[in-house]
């Protein structure tokens, strides 16, 4: 099992980037892995996965916009947020899918503004 830290939101306007990381205590090269987020008051939701040999799946509401990447050298996976909007905002987690598993991580929170 596998130890995961998120970092790299913040406060952004609509519109702009961001990319948040995924920090992995140990090896991932095996493991399929995903980003969610966790909007107020509402459950959290898959946005991104990204398997073992590179595959990658999106969520509609995200398609287009997101991109999710890993580097499996460094034991982390990405997740390049483009043309942001307010209903992105929320806290974003990565975990594991596939091959392994982890606990949940205390996330990073995304605010868009309008």
């Known amino acids: 099992q596998v130890q995961l830290v998120e970092s790299g939101g913040g406060l952004v306007q609509a519109g702009g980037s961001l990319r948040l990381t995924c920090a992995a205590s140990?090896?991932?090269?095996?493991?399929?892995m995903a980003w969610y987020r966790q909007a107020p008051q509402k459950q959290r939701e898959l946005v991104a996965t990204?398997?073992?040999?590179?595959?990658?799946n999106y969520a509609e509401s995200v398609k287009g916009r997101f991109t999710i990447s890993r580097d499996n050298a460094k034991n982390t996976v990405y997740h390049e947020m483009n043309s942001r909007k307010p209903e992105d905002t929320a806290v974003y987690y990565c975990?594991?899918?596939?091959?392994?598993?982890?606990?949940w991580g205390q996330g990073t929170q995304v605010t868009v503004s309008s």
């Open positions: 140990g090896s991932i090269v095996s493991y399929g």
């Open positions: 975990n594991v899918v596939s091959g392994g598993r982890a606990d």
């Open positions: 990204i398997v073992s040999n590179g595959r990658t």
